[in-house]
């Protein structure tokens, strides 16, 4: 009987925060929307630091939350104007997001990048710079006016093929020191690039983010995932070779660098604790996300990674159920979403459960 009122609990919770949300950001309440195109460096000024910001038509909210959507190429091709990312951008701002679609500094040369190791580095790393530079550059609008009506606290990043690449290594290195010194002096790299905030400016604000979600992505080394990361959710198809579903080298290529996909990322985060979720297209390769809404398994993953991303939105956090005197409350356990004791977690949903039988789901920001 006890825990049946648990689940109840916890579920009329989860009822409670989607009608705080007023229905947005899992179905697409708004009939259009507007892009906006800026430049999002405060050193460069070319058309790889620019990023068209989607936002949804005669909204009148100001504190949405902010997803971001990198395109794919293998850092050496592609552009925001790719199919999948107008697709995805403008869905997810009909949903209620400011959806952003950023370029990116490429390797042009394609086959030098297809050869060098350190090449390789440099440009992943050169590119997550930019991705970082985009979000401080929202962080640093909403100080100055708050041109885009954002939630400066509620940011996602993530992308297809090389742009769930870039997301990933965003979200997942955590300082220099992550990086390996041998065979290759991969933290020279970052250094010399600007340090672990890149040198694409707007310094002094935070590069932080809530979540990360991979179309197709992975990342070089399973070893930078630890119990602090940031929530993922990961969609990726079983025969993927570009990016292996697994582990294997990039574009398949035995020059390119190891990248581990969903099917390699997510048992670690089990392991760790970290809010996560998977959806897996049995026998697909890596082609499925290049049609954008032309193809069923593109909206399938937006409506998959919605639905996840709607448990880590501020609107979706409720507080308690009813009035209480909370002078004798005391803290009995912390549970996740699988009813296992766990101790507090940054950027993870939680249910927390007191002597008094109330339960408060709860999100620690990093």
């Known amino acids: ?96 997001y400011v959806a952003i679609s950023i370029n990116y500094r490429l390797e042009l040369n394609a ?22 530079a985009a979000i401080r550059y929202m962080r640093k609008d909403y100080m100055n006016g708050d041109t885009y009506g954002i939630d400066p606290n509620t940011f996602f990043v993530g992308g297809f093929s090389a742009g769930g690449v870039l997301a990933v290594h965003l979200a997942y290195i955590n300082s220099i020191t992550d990086l390996p010194t041998s065979p290759i002096n991969v933290q020279n790299i970052m250094t010399n690039n600007g340090g672990f905030e890149g040198d694409a400016g707007n310094n002094g604000y935070s590069s932080t983010v809530t ?12 070893n930078w995932i630890d119990a602090s990361d940031v929530p993922i959710v990961s969609v990726h198809g079983t025969n993927d070779q ?32 970290i809010f996560n979720d ?26 998959f990674t919605t639905d996840f991303l709607y448990n ?15 002078e004798d409350k005391k803290l009995m356990k912390i549970i996740d979403y699988l009813g296992r004791d766990v101790g507090v977690k940054r950027n993870t949903p939680l249910f927390y459960m007191y002597n008094d039988g109330t339960v408060e789901k709860k999100v620690v920001i990093q």
């Open 111 to 132: 086959i030098q990048f297809a050869l060098s190791n350190s090449v390789q580095y440099e440009t992943v790393l050169r590119a997550v710079a930019d991705a970082k």
């Open 278 to 303: 998977k959806l897996i297209f049995n026998g697909a390769d890596h082609n499925w996300g290049l049609l954008g809404d032309g193809d069923p398994k593109f909206t399938q993953a937006i409506d």
């Open 1 to 96: 009987m006890k825990k049946l009122l648990i689940l109840f609990t916890i579920l009329f919770i989860g009822d409670l925060g989607f009608s705080q949300c007023n229905g947005r950001y899992q179905t697409e309440i708004f009939s259009n929307y507007t892009v906006v195109t800026v430049n999002y460096s405060d050193v460069y000024s070319d058309s790889f630091h620019e990023m068209d910001i989607y936002m949804p038509t005669g909204d009148t909210v100001t504190n949405r939350p902010v997803i971001f959507y990198m395109h794919g190429g293998s850092f050496s091709a592609g552009s925001k104007n790719m199919t999948d990312c107008i697709d995805f951008c403008k869905i997810m701002a009909k949903r209620g």
């Open 242 to 273: 570009i990016v292996n579903y697994n582990c294997g080298p990039g574009l398949n290529i035995p020059t390119v660098l190891d990248l581990c996909g969903a099917g390699a990322i997510h048992p670690i985060t089990d392991n760790f604790g």
């Open 211 to 222: 979540g990360v979600y991979s179309f197709a992505g992975g990342i070089n080394d399973l």
């Open 312 to 326: 880590l939105l501020p609107c979706n956090q409720a507080t308690g159920i009813y009035s209480i005197d909370t």
